[in-house]
Each structure stands twice: as structure tokens, then as C-alpha cells.
């Protein structure tokens, strides 16, 4: 069977030391903002976008930029990870979807958040987390640990 794979961008936002989190109603989980990139996008541009989309944030990227130039070739905000999930796995162990992930860290002005996109979560459906509420939660333990470096590596930017 092959598998399918999408390209996607996920931000963590970070204001006043704590990360945004919703919970997912399909997944049955918390994440930060995100989906799939437009195929007339670049990732960093679509994380910015969810952001927007999904609280209404004006984002600013934490990342660095290759200084490697050329003709015709330009640096890209790195994410900070890139990751590999599994959305779609059969009974037999197979995988018919994945998402390859393009994971973002980035600072907001404010936590007020009003979603502006079709079909996204209500304002109270999201909640900030600090690194301390993130360790007392029983959130999965990649949310936890990627919540947590964000807001270190953003409250040290």
C-alpha cells in the first residue's frame, strides 16, 4: 500500500511565558495552531497563516534563516523541528497517511484570541499553559515537551 504524505505547519505561540493550546474534537487532542500547507505557500508562510486563521494572533517567527545564498536561492525561516506523524494507520500496521511537519515557534503581542477562519475552534475552546501547567498536565508527552521549549527558546529569543 503507498502512503500518502501532505505538508503541514504547526506554531507554537508564546506570550508572557505560556503556549496557546486548543483542544482537537476529531483527534481527541490538545494542539497549537496548524494544518496543511497551500500549495501556493511556503511552510513559515502558512504557520503564520493558521495563527491568524485559527486565533486571530499576529505571529512573529522564532527562527533562524540559512545565510547560504546563491543565484536565484534564499534562506527560509528554519522550523525548529521537522516532524513525521502518522495520521492514518491500519490494523495490519500500515500507514496510508502522514503529515511531514513543519514545526514553528513564535511570539504573540497579546492572549486574546478571536479565530478568523471558517469552521475554527471557539475562544474558549483554547487555553494558555505555562511550563508549569504543561508538567502537571496529562497532555501527550511530545505536547508537553515541545510547549515547554517553546516557551524557553522564545522568552530567551
Not at 73 to 100: C, F, K, W, Y
Not at 126 to 155: C, F, K, M, Q
Request: glycine residues 8%; proline residues 6%; contains cysteine.
Amino acid at each position: 500500500m503507498e502512503t500518502t504524505r501532505h505538508f503541514t505547519a504547526t506554531t507554537y505561540v508564546v506570550n508572557d511565558g505560556a503556549t496557546a493550546l486548543h483542544a482537537h474534537d476529531r483527534l481527541g487532542i490538545h494542539l497549537p495552531p496548524g494544518g496543511h500547507v497551500d500549495r501556493d505557500e511556503l511552510p513559515h508562510e502558512a504557520a503564520l497563516r493558521e495563527v491568524r486563521e485559527e486565533t486571530g494572533l499576529s505571529a512573529e517567527l522564532v527562527a533562524t534563516r540559512s545565510s547560504v545564498v546563491g543565484p536565484d536561492t534564499r534562506g527560509l525561516p528554519e522550523p525548529a523541528h521537522l516532524m513525521l506523524h502518522d495520521i492514518n494507520v491500519h490494523e495490519d500496521g500500515s500507514v496510508g497517511h502522514q503529515h511531514v511537519d513543519h514545526l514553528y515557534y513564535a511570539r504573540v503581542d497579546c492572549r486574546e484570541i478571536s479565530p478568523r477562519g471558517d469552521d475554527e475552534v471557539d475562544p474558549d475552546g483554547w487555553r494558555w499553559y505555562t511550563p508549569t501547567d504543561l508538567a502537571e498536565s496529562d497532555l501527550r508527552p511530545d505536547v508537553i515537551d515541545l510547549g515547554r521549549e517553546a516557551i524557553a527558546v522564545v522568552d530567551g529569543a
